[in-house]
């Protein structure tokens, strides 16, 4: 076990020890993939050991919402996938609080459970998911929601930075092969649920020149390759495919990329690890830890994470139907979404490019937007995207791993912003976002752009 790991499960024992004093505690967790899934992990492991719990869901965690739990009187607020970012708050409004979270921490509280603290960067070594399942298990044996556990860590993206998870994440891999195994295989989104040309089709990290988007282009590509259907002439999905079929599909996929001009980093991450959860049934969603957080952030995105927690808790019936419905408007969302960048473009300042959507797109998918829409854009300087919102503008911002090797720190770079003009905001190095007064959209990108200037270092 490693060093961090350890210090992890001693911090999550002494909170798990509080948690076991109460007969009834209050959840709050995040909208988002990871936050769902860090929402069933705790609350199926209090379930099991007999303690009620009421569950809350939120976009983001400031001031007023932190004032609203605090009237309630709850005997203990667990917070997870979210938190570390408001700790002042927790602390002014006299919570009695845990916060298993792996953002970067703003404050101090006690029972705090989160990587950074341990020297682990909650952007790629372990997620909100991941660190709620460590604690998860001080609470009894419940090393069986290791699924959910990655499938956190895969909706908040933390395998871009290796192509496959790594550090703590990769413990709670490596330690739970019954209920989760990783697999190399084609990198494409669908593998369980598509039919092979759809998945060819929507494949958009990376951009396929020629075939993203093109339907008869992806089933030509296929067709000229003897790829037949099955016998109700039928397409067939990924899972489907005889091994044989896989490997002349993926090495002839890489050849036209190499033709197509597809970047030598692009064609790399064609080929990578997936995770498998076991313990689900072969061709839905849940199968596949990318396939599941994606429906996963159907739900909560759209502000119906109790649907996704259902799911996750293991409602195979109404629930699962549901998401399946949510999971289509989603998808027409992120197309919606992705073309209105395209067709509305990118302003580019020295160190920084953003993009607003105004109310063309949901606050709480922007992000996600804006992570897609940058593998087509200047990858050599962060991506900054604006939409409306009830408070002012949602903004959210994401970078690569070369900028931040070179320094970019986009949670530290905003955070200092919002303390100058006001909102309020935080997250990753690579990933972070804020709500940032009405009327200060320009000033916030001036500002944004002159400390992303003195963090990024020009490469030696
Ligand atoms: O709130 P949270 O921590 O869950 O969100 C993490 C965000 O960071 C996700 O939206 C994810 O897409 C983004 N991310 C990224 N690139 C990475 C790691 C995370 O865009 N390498
Ligand atoms: O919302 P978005 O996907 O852009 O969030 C990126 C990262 O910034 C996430 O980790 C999120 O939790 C964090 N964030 C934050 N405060 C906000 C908005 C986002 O800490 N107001
Ligand atoms: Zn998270």
């Not at 006299?94 to 682990?120: K, M």
């Amino acid at each position: 076990m490693s060093d961090v790991m350890d210090k992890m499960l001693q911090q999550a024992r002494k909170c798990a020890e509080e948690i076991k004093r109460y007969r009834e505690v209050q959840l709050v967790s995040h909208i988002d993939a990871d936050g769902i899934t860090s929402g069933a992990i705790i609350a199926k492991s209090l379930q099991r050991a007999g303690i009620e719990y009421d569950m809350q869901f939120v976009k983001q965690l400031d001031e007023n919402i932190i004032k609203e739990l605090a009237d309630r009187n709850p005997e203990l607020t667990i917070f997870t996938d979210l938190g570390s970012g408001q700790i002042e708050h927790i602390n002014n409004y006299g919570l009695n609080a845990i916060v298993s979270d792996h953002h970067r921490p703003q404050g101090e509280i006690d029972l705090h459970l989160n990587s950074h603290l341990f020297g682990a960067n909650g952007s790629f070594e372990i997620s909100g998911s991941g660190t709620t399942f460590i604690l998860a298990n001080q609470l009894g044996n419940n090393r069986d929601l290791a699924d959910l556990a990655i499938t956190g860590c895969i909706g908040d993206m933390q395998y871009r930075k290796y192509g496959k998870i790594v550090s703590l994440n990769r413990e709670i891999l490596e330690n739970n092969p019954t209920a989760i195994i990783p697999k190399t295989d084609i990198s494409l989104f669908g593998k369980q649920t598509r039919p092979v040309y759809k998945m060819l089709q929507y494949s958009s990290d990376p951009y396929l020149p020629g075939l993203t988007g093109n339907e008869n282009a992806c089933i030509t590509f296929l067709q000229n390759m003897g790829l037949k259907y099955a016998n109700d002439e039928k397409w067939r999905r990924w899972i489907d495919l005889t091994d044989e079929e896989k490997t002349n599909i993926s090495s002839s996929l890489l050849q036209y990329s190499m033709q197509n001009g597809l970047s030598s980093y692009n064609i790399s991450r064609l080929i990578g690890e997936s995770y498998i959860l076991l313990q689900e049934t072969e061709g839905t969603e849940m199968r596949d830890a990318s396939e599941y957080s994606t429906l996963l952030n159907a739900t909560g995105r759209y502000m119906r994470a109790e649907i996704g927690m259902a799911v996750c808790m293991g409602d195979r019936g109404d629930a699962y139907e549901e998401a399946k419905n949510l999971l289509a408007t989603h998808r027409k969302n992120l197309v919606d979404g992705l073309n209105f960048v395209k067709e509305n473009g990118v302003t580019q300042l020295s160190h920084l490019q953003y993009f607003d959507a105004g109310s063309k797109i949901p606050e709480t998918i922007v992000g996600i937007v804006a992570g897609m829409s940058h593998s087509s854009n200047n990858r050599y300087l962060p991506i900054i995207a604006f939409a409306n919102s009830d408070d002012g503008y949602k903004v959210s911002a994401r970078g690569t791993q070369e900028l931040v090797n070179r320094g970019l720190n986009l949670s530290d770079a905003i955070s200092k912003v919002c303390q100058e003009i006001g909102g309020a905001g935080g997250g990753h190095d690579i990933a972070a976002g804020a709500t940032v007064p009405a009327g200060k959209k320009e000033i916030f990108i001036e500002k944004l752009n002159a400390i992303i200037a003195t963090q990024i270092k020009k490469p030696s």
